[in-house]
């Protein structure tokens, strides 16, 4: 795991500010999962499309590189059957970027949205089965 050390010149005096990139994904995660119509993280690439993650995961789904200040993260999203996959994708890089820069002060670079499934409600299911 890596951090990053934050360059504030002014408060230097105290010290070094570290930041995992742990933290940068906790939160990427709940940034994604605050926008209407995303369902769940995925395990992305490690993890598999199917294998959706609770709250008890929130780093997983994420994958966050730091480089100086600067933050370039990847999230790996289910979202709901039926929602506008193009608008729930920006939707999701606007927040994860407000969120993460405004909690860290780091710059975000760079969000890649990655769409790993589609979550079909049972009760769509259910019609389906009985065609």
Same mark, same amino acid.
Request: glycine letters at 10%; hydrophobic letters at 35%; zero cysteines.
């Given at each position: 795991?890596? %951090?990053?050390?934050?360059?504030?010149? =002014?408060?230097? #005096?105290?010290?070094?500010?570290? $930041?995992?990139?742990?933290?940068?994904?906790?939160?990427?995660?709940?940034?994604?999962?605050?926008?209407?119509?995303?369902?769940?993280? +995925? !395990?992305? @690439?490690?993890?598999? /499309?199917? %294998?959706?993650?609770?709250?008890?995961? @929130? +780093?997983?789904?994420?994958?966050? =590189? @730091?480089?100086? *200040? =600067?933050? $370039?993260?990847?999230? /790996?999203? $289910?979202? #709901?059957?039926? &929602?506008? $996959?193009?608008?729930? !994708?920006?939707?999701?890089?606007?927040?994860?970027?407000? +969120?993460?820069?405004?909690?860290? =002060?780091?710059?975000?670079?760079?969000?890649?949205? *990655?769409?790993? !499934?589609?979550?079909?409600?049972?009760?769509? &299911?259910? &019609? #389906? %089965?009985?065609?």
């Amino acid at each position: 795991m890596s %951090e990053e050390y934050i360059n504030d010149n =002014e408060n230097r #005096e105290y010290g070094n500010v570290k $930041i995992a990139d742990d933290v940068v994904a906790i939160i990427a995660s709940v940034a994604s999962t605050e926008i209407p119509g995303v369902v769940g993280m +995925s !395990g992305g @690439l490690t993890g598999g /499309f199917s %294998e959706m993650l609770g709250k008890k995961n @929130l +780093s997983k789904g994420v994958k966050v =590189e @730091l480089i100086e *200040n =600067e933050a $370039i993260i990847d999230v /790996f999203i $289910i979202v #709901e059957y039926g &929602k506008n $996959i193009g608008d729930i !994708g920006k939707k999701v890089q606007a927040n994860v970027k407000n +969120s993460v820069e405004t909690m860290t =002060e780091l710059k975000v670079r760079e969000i890649n949205v *990655n769409i790993q !499934g589609v979550s079909i409600p049972k009760e769509t &299911k259910d &019609k #389906e %089965e009985q065609k």
